[in-house]
Nanobody, 120 residues
Framework: QVQLVESGGGLVQPGGSLRLSCAAS????????MGWYRQAPGKQRELVAY???????NYADSVKGRFTISRDNAKNTVYLQMNSLKPVDTAVYYC??????????????WGQGTQVTVSS
């Protein structure tokens, strides 16, 4: 089994910054893609950003230029640096990863979620 453990969420004023981290642990052979999703109350979960093992990156248009995703392959960890935060960024942020634990196939895993609240 694999676990994703997140940290870094909290309350921040508009224009402020937060840095989220997510570390994968357990039976891990390789990690292909790691990413961040978010979900506001009453809304569907949406992709924020993802990064492949090779470093290919995609961002949602709503966060482009403000958020930066990165990963440390040696630590099985993905980060999300969030700058110039807006109230509309308020949501529960979830880490997600496609991980090959054993055998020939990969499985998809979710973190527990961490609350990000942007308010004055």
């Amino acid at each position: 089994q694999v676990q994703l453990v997140e940290s870094g969420g909290g309350l921040v004023q508009p224009g402020g910054s937060l840095r989220l981290s997510c570390a994968a642990s357990g039976r891990i052979f390789s990690i292909n893609v790691m990413g961040w999703y978010r979900q506001a109350p009453g809304k569907q979960r949406e992709l924020v950003a993802y990064i492949s093992k090779a470093g290919n990156i995609n961002y949602a248009d709503s966060v482009k230029g403000r958020f930066t995703i990165s990963r440390d392959n040696a630590k099985n960890t993905v980060y999300l640096q969030m700058n110039s935060l807006k109230p509309v960024d308020t949501a529960v942020y979830y880490c997600n990863a496609d991980i090959r634990s054993s055998g020939l196939y990969s499985d998809n895993y979710w973190g527990q979620g961490t609350q990000v609240t942007v308010s004055s």
